[in-house]
């Protein structure tokens, strides 16, 4: 229970786009809130975006608003993320992330209890 593996990542010229996509095995998680995080080399972990656990509610860090969104398909255990119009400052290590509550949709790390391996995300200029 609990485990999430991430997927989609790859290298990709500015201007184009990446789906990436968490799949949780088993229905343990669909009731949880789900994050994106990206982490570049040298940098913090940084929030990407976050949505409740059926998806009515979603929330973006200011610097991806317009340009990803996040959706989930609970009855197929997965999480995505599409990213559009991308930027080589996108470039990041990117992980899925649940938390423990259904609603809250939360920004920083330490709110999550459960997180994917990660996926790289590579953006050329």
């Known amino acids: 229970q609990g485990r999430l593996v991430e997927s989609g990542g790859g290298l990709v010229q500015a201007g184009g786009s990446l789906r990436l996509t968490c799949s949780f095995p088993g229905s343990t998680l669909s009731a949880n809130a789900m994050g994106w995080f990206r982490q570049a080399p040298g940098k913090a972990r940084e929030f990407v975006a976050a949505?409740?656990?059926?998806?009515?509610?979603?929330h973006y860090t200011d610097s991806v608003r317009g340009r990803f969104t996040i959706d989930r398909d609970n009855a197929r255990n997965a999480l995505y993320l599409q990213m559009n119009s991308l930027k080589p400052e996108d470039t990041a290590a990117y992980y899925c992330a649940a938390s423990l509550s259904p609603s809250h949709l939360e920004s920083r790390p330490y709110e999550y209890y459960y997180w994917g391996q990660g996926t790289q995300v590579t953006v050329s200029s």
């Open positions: 949505i409740n656990w059926n998806g009515a509610t979603t």
